[in-house]
């Protein structure tokens, strides 16, 4: 059987906030690890039948990233959600809210 890992490597300020994020994974492309200014690890915690989150992210990453690494995670569910249960209205539910806020954070930076 093959097995594969990941790892995420914090640096943490004086206020215990992340200073920087690193990662590596055994099946990455380019072995070493890889600089990131955010993660977002969700688990299934089969015994209360409830998700575990985890989100960091460093002082560096902007509020238009932030907001846009948000709109792909849950693009990315839209399509996961599809494929594992075949719930179309689910996934184009999400999609469209995808849509919404790509036109809402849009509207916004034509603002500032």
Known sequence: MKKSEIQFHIE???????KAIRWDASDKEMPGLE????????????????TLRIDLWTESMSVVEM????????????????????????AEEMKDL?????????????KN
């Open 12 to 18: 943490l300020d004086t206020e215990n906030l992340p």
């Open 35 to 50: 600089e990131t200014k955010s993660i977002s690890v969700n688990v299934w915690d089969n015994l209360n039948h409830a």
């Open 67 to 90: 907001k846009r690494f948000y709109i792909d995670i849950l693009g990315g569910m839209a399509q996961t959600i599809l494929n594992s249960t075949g719930d179309e209205f689910m």
């Open 98 to 110: 995808c849509d919404r806020l790509v036109n809402h954070v849009n509207e916004e930076n034509k």
